[in-house]
């Protein structure tokens, strides 16, 4: 269980100047979250749609938004299953630099 006022996370103001879908902007900070200090993190699709209280196709549409507007970039990683197959893998995160605003979203 997690203790109020215990975990934090910063975000940038100037995320609120680009025009993100709400449920865009939801799971960006859900990514930001869970990569803190660290350079990627890794949550599968159904976690971040269930702490983020919305559907896993919700959660593969506002990714996709957010790689093609620069916001983060998504690496698919696989595994070998018991039996030597290849197995799909929880894709990698990683949190890229804002992109530049233009003068208008100031």
Request: glycine letters at 8%; charged letters at 20%; aromatic letters at 14%.
């Given at each position: 269980m997690?203790e109020?006022?215990s975990n934090?996370?910063?975000i940038?103001?100037?995320?609120?100047?680009?025009?993100?879908?709400?449920n865009?902007?939801t799971?960006?900070c859900?990514?930001v979250?869970c990569t803190?200090q660290?350079e990627?993190?890794?949550?599968?699709?159904?976690?971040?749609?269930k702490?983020?209280?919305i559907?896993?196709?919700?959660?593969?549409n506002a990714i996709?938004?957010?790689?093609e507007?620069?916001?983060?970039?998504?690496?698919?990683?696989?595994?070998?299953g018991r039996?030597?197959?290849?197995?799909r893998?929880n894709?990698?995160?990683y949190?890229?630099?804002?992109?530049?605003?233009?003068?208008?979203?100031?």
């Open positions: 997690y109020l006022h934090f996370f910063q940038s103001n100037a995320m609120f100047h680009y025009g993100l879908r709400p865009a902007f799971v960006y859900y990514l979250c803190g660290k990627k993190c890794w949550p599968s699709v159904r976690t971040i749609a702490r983020c209280g559907s896993e196709n919700t959660v593969r996709k938004e957010l790689e507007r620069g916001f983060i970039s998504k690496v698919k990683t696989t595994w070998s039996n030597g197959k290849p197995r893998g894709n990698n995160y949190i890229l630099d804002l992109p530049s605003l233009t003068k208008d979203a100031v």
